[in-house]
């Protein structure tokens, strides 16, 4: 069966209208998590965007659980969630001992961080034939917290403020027709001063990948960035009428630099994925032209949405290696205000924090044969493989998966390492001639069919690899037989956590990589990994539950335990150190 063909399936639409307070108890309104983000490198006791803080370090500075004690880690609580269709995606959030997190169909949990007791849950009613046409459904990968309220985005394309107090809702905006183009949000919000920022998924659909900003607390949209064609400078890169194959899905967060007040993201690939052009890319084929502003890093203006300066990682995407994924690792060298950024190709790109211009760029995986190498002062692409119809030999690497996934990485400022997942496989791929999509209408436009491969050095597995972040030097690396699809946790107390594919969550020393302590969850991870403080103790959580497109091909590629393994099931495991 092809791509499409098992994805297109999509799944239930279940989802009914419930607004459901549990418990008596309410949440206290934090003051202003915005503007810790901004200031602290980790906010001490709270976990308080998607990637931490607006450093995107995926760091703790609690070192309460640290090499001496980690041993003596056990589950302190978890959390069942309603209808966890595959699994539990997102990274929870905590602040002021309460940790909220999100589960599939938009669904949101406020729960005691010391016992895990419900405070409130919310259920958007969602629309449940566009939910089941969706893709990229009903999962939801992170929400968002400021001005006293929680927001969360829906697969049916709106942007919803909860009261933080007692998940009641506040506003309710539509930001997208999912029907003509059934894409919606997927990934979490990002809080940047007054405004809620959001991009839409899909680089497989003749959408326009726009990206939103929203009155945090009217609900009032104040402006809408389209990541194709959006200038005049970028239409210019679409042959003729090919932008409106479209693309460019905003579909993780970005982060927000107050220095320059600059808000950093990344755009996923143009549509078709694949095209049959070959070396005659500028002129011919579904979507001529380098394709502007797709698998770009984009900087904005926060108050105006206007461009201030970009780079496109990857010209005219033949392979669907977008920069959607990737956090912006923010940190300073030589005088120099840098940005790391990963890409799904297994490249990691260093930028200038305020110009884009390139500092460096490496690789993270081996198996890279869609180009020879990418100049490191320049970002150009030395040696692309464009393909042309037909099938592709040898197998495409990476394969569609990427060197690098969705799921992020770490960085701990204490011993200035960058821990980061690397997958090796490739896939047989054959491009198909397909008639390009310029209308908005339901469907993937993929452009290809393909099968995942072992790359040639050996098996498909993946690494965590522990490196400097701008010159990508090694210092150490642990390999998985199977490639972790979740994100990675460092902490003050010196400490790397890696939850895996297998369902096992490794603790290991920062600084040499000896694994220090592990505990099997019974199902696999692909969501995000926090620590926080409630009540005077250091917690661990982490999202278990499987069932993310990537983690679809490893039932082909690997069979058990993935065969098996249930993609409608899924906890909040929170671990604390034995009393």
Known sequence: MTFHGRYAVGCAALAVAALVTVSPTHAQAPTQPQEAALNAEAAQNNWLTYHGTYKSYHYSGLDQINTGNVKNLEVAWMHFPERATRGVQSTPLAIDGVLYYSGSYSRVYALDGATGKTIWAYAPE????????????????GIAIGHGNLYVGTVDGRLIALSLKDGKPVWDTKLLDSKKVTVGFTGAPLVVKDMVIIGAQGGEWPGRGPIFAVDGKSGQKKWEFFTVAGTEEARATWGGDSWRTGGGGGWMPGTYDPETNTVWWGTANPAPLYDWAGADWKKSG???????YTTSVIALDPDTGKLKFY????????????????????????GKKLVVHANKSGYVFVYDRSNAKVENVWPLVKNINFVKSIDPK?????GRRDLSEGKV????????????????????????????IGQEWCMELTVEKTTPVLEPMAQLNLGATFKFVPPPDGPARGHLSARDPVTGEKKWEVNYKYP??????????????????EGVVHAYNADTGEELWSRNNGIGHNGGIISYMAGGKQYIAVPAGWGSLVGDEFVALYGEPFKSMSKNTGALVVFALRQ
């Open 286 to 292: 579904p979507r001529p032209g380098d394709n502007l």
């Open 484 to 501: 972790p699809l979740a994100s990675v946790l460092a902490t003050a107390g010196n400490l790397v956590f890696v939850p895996d594919a």
């Open 378 to 382: 320049t970002g150009a692409l030395i």
């Open 126 to 141: 969602l629309d449940e034939d566009l939910v089941s046409k969706q893709t990229h459904s009903p999962y939801n990968r």
């Open 311 to 334: 780079h496109q990682e990857l010209p005219h995407d033949a392979w669907d290696f977008d920069s959607s994924v990737g956090e912006f690792v923010m940190i300073e060298r030589g």
């Open 393 to 420: 030999d040898p197998p495409l690497c990476p394969a569609i998966a990427g060197g690098i996934s969705w799921n992020s990485g770490a960085y701990s400022p204490k011993n200035g390492l960058f821990y980061r």
